[in-house]
């Protein structure tokens, strides 16, 4: 694939598209629109075939795989490809999984596409992490439960120490927050043991593999199985990992003798007190 870098001129454009968790009735229409007036599409590897196959067929698909943990196509290249493209007069989308501004490195594209004179145009995808509690009838704020959310990633930048797990916990548990784990299947045994640090082991967990895919599975569980539960069910990415007391009716499903014998214990206190 080559394109013309001969001329200065910007005639093309470029629009950062969110494709949403996979399932192509989840993008927007404004979305859908963009990618069917593609001329040229650099796709993420998580965007699905099913979305992919909504482009012109005229339109060149360009695959720049960017994967935690496997082999990427470099950022700056990517960014080089964008910049060329729109320079030629291509109608440019960049596809990316998920929503641009969420652990996408849309911001990154944005600043060098904008350092270079092009403007850019951003449209907005649902993000995994809401789709991925959606899926099991689970919200990520309750009036009871949960007063926030944090979205986090869990794979740190070569050379950074990474999240600080212990003060989130912390911070999760008195401020009553639903934490939303990306790319954290591969550390799950250390952000297990972080979190315990601020978090009850009884804490509800959630770990849900391909959302809104017909691939998807999930499984539930307490903070103090998390990482076993992940070996156990050989759960792998792109998964995303849930944490907070909005699954407490969720793990109680999955926990049914246990659930029942607590909830028969608090009924035969409450009689005795009331005798």
């Not at 804490?203 to 691939?215: K, Y």
Request: charged content about 15%.
């Amino acid at each position: 694939m080559t394109f013309d870098t001969t001329s200065p001129s910007i005639q093309g454009s470029c629009t950062l598209v969110g494709a949403g968790p996979g399932d192509p009735e989840l993008l927007t229409i404004k979305a859908l629109k963009a990618i069917q007036a593609a001329t040229v599409l650099l796709v993420d590897d998580l965007v699905s075939d099913a979305i992919v196959a909504l482009a012109s067929p005229t339109a060149r698909i360009i695959h720049v795989g960017k994967r935690g943990g496997c082999k990427s196509t470099p950022q700056a290249f990517i960014e080089k490809l964008m910049l060329m493209a729109v320079r030629e007069g291509e109608n440019v989308v960049r596809l990316k999984g998920g929503d641009p501004f969420m652990f996408g490195r849309g911001g990154e594209e944005l600043a060098s596409l904008q350092a270079a004179g092009i403007e850019v145009v951003v449209v907005n995808g649902i993000t995994a992490g809401l789709a991925a509690v959606t899926s099991l009838g689970v919200p990520l704020t309750h009036r009871e439960h949960a007063h926030g959310v944090v979205f986090v990633t869990g794979h740190a930048k070569p050379g950074s120490s990474g999240t600080d797990w212990r003060t989130l916990a912390a911070t999760a548990h008195s401020a009553r927050l639903t934490l939303v784990i990306y790319m954290g299947v591969s550390g799950a045994a250390k952000i297990q043991d972080e979190l315990l640090k601020g978090l009850p082991t009884e804490t509800p967990v959630a770990i849900i593999q391909n959302t809104s895919l017909p691939a998807q599975r999930h499984a539930v569980c307490t903070l103090a199985e998390l990482h076993a539960t992940i070996k156990r069910e050989h759960l792998a990415s792109p998964s995303v990992i849930v944490v907070g007391d909005v699954l407490q009716g969720l793990l109680a499903l999955q926990q049914p003798v246990a659930f029942l014998a607590e909830h028969n214990a608090t009924g035969q206190a409450l009689k005795t007190a009331s005798a």
